[in-house]
């Protein structure tokens, strides 16, 4: 596949176009620690005949109460769409990837965290590629579900939530029998302490739909359950442009093309976010570290609520992920910034978001 470079903005910013689908943009700043790669690739999309366009690659998320069969529903689905005629590999993702104990990981809310991030980055690293991949976690942080989703999205894949609805009771009397077995369980402690802090999915939210619901306690759990096939069914389906129960969450591959050239936009938002970057850097230094409530970095911006101190990495992954975001065109999602001055609303819009009391 030939590529030509359609524009050459400075010495540090590039933009390649590709022929076909296939588009990367490729930033660096001159300064080392922001040096930067954005590499986005679109060759999964086929546009076929009649506006036929079949993504491949979904982003599933399993959720439940602690011992509530998610695993068991995951090679559940697993099955099932390798019976499906869609051939593409599956991956699941758990902590028995990374050997992570689960006591030691929900024994206090740093090894919760850092479970979270390793999870995430394992999803992050596998969604742009041609397969399904499966997180078989415990997902119960509503805030997390929404950075799954959001990395879904940035990758223009199909997302969907599998939700085991299981009563404590139950999960509480598996997790003994575990136990009993020599099985790896949840101490008492802690499962009472995942039970209680369970964000229940709610279809309504674009980060838990399409939420398929299974029953294990009350109907089992077989690839034939309902859940499992209508799960495979929207897996498998093929959209096109005019089919509205399958969200893929990607651009239209018209208007792609056209955003991706905006170069100097892209600019803009690079430099922008930057910028409201080290303003938060810099006024967290003076506040000695605080929440910054109520802080504005410039007339016409909203005001900057966020509850806790914000480290350097994390400010940068945010602002990677918001580029990440706003870079595409988005069916459900807001238009992209227009100038430096509503690229830094809409970061400061999604910062407060994600680290606000909200
Ligand atoms: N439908 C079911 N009926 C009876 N027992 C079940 C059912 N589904 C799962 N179990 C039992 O519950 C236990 C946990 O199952 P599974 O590992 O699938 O749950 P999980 O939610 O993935 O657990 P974890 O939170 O540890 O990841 C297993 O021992 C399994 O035998």
Not at 1 to 26: N, Q, W
Not at 31 to 59: F, W
Not at 63 to 92: D, M, N, T, W
Request: glycine letters at 6%; charged letters at 30%.
């Amino acid at each position: 596949m030939g590529k030509s470079p359609i524009a050459l903005i400075s010495h540090d910013l590039f933009v390649e176009r590709c022929e076909g689908l296939t588009v990367r943009l490729h930033f660096s700043t001159s300064q080392p620690e922001y040096a930067k790669v954005v590499s986005l690739e679109r060759d999964h999309y086929q546009q076929g005949y009649n506006n036929t366009i079949t993504c491949q690659m979904a982003l599933v998320i399993m959720c439940g109460q602690p011992c509530s069969g998610k695993s068991k529903a995951a090679l559940c689905l697993v099955e099932s769409y390798k019976e499906s005629e869609s051939k593409h590999q599956v991956r699941i993702i758990d902590e028995a990837c990374f050997h992570l104990d689960r006591n030691q990981s929900y024994a206090n809310m740093p090894s919760e965290k850092n479970l979270r991030g390793v999870l995430r980055s394992e999803v992050d690293r596998s969604v742009s590629k041609d397969s399904i991949v499966i997180i078989d976690s415990l997902n119960n942080i509503k805030g997390y579900r929404y950075e799954l989703w959001c990395l879904a999205r940035a990758s223009g894949i199909r997302y969907c939530v599998v939700y085991c609805d299981v009563e404590e009771t139950f999960c509480r009397k598996w997790n003994e029998e575990r136990r009993e077995k020599g099985e790896a369980s949840y101490d008492d402690s802690i499962f009472e302490d995942l039970v209680r802090r369970f964000e229940k999915p709610d279809r309504r939210n674009r980060w838990d739909s399409p939420l398929f619901e299974l029953w294990p306690h009350r109907e089992g759990t077989e690839k034939s359950s309902p859940a499992i096939i209508d799960a495979v069914s929207y897996l498998t389906k093929k959209v096109d442009t005019k089919t509205r129960d399958v969200k893929i969450l990607q651009p239209t591959i018209a208007t792609q093309t056209t955003r991706f050239s905006d170069a100097n936009s892209l600019y803009e938002l690079d430099k922008a976010t930057q910028e409201v970057t080290n303003a938060i850097v810099e006024i967290q230094s003076q506040a000695l570290g605080g929440p910054l409530n109520g802080v504005s970095i410039g007339k016409d911006l909203p005001v900057i609520n966020i509850s806790r101190s914000v480290g350097l990495p994390e400010l940068r992954r945010m602002r990677r992920t918001f580029i990440k975001l706003t870079g595409q065109t988005s069916l459900s999602g807001r238009p992209p910034p227009s100038d430096a001055d509503s690229a830094k609303r809409m970061f400061i819009d999604y910062l407060n978001r994600e680290l606000g009391t909200s």
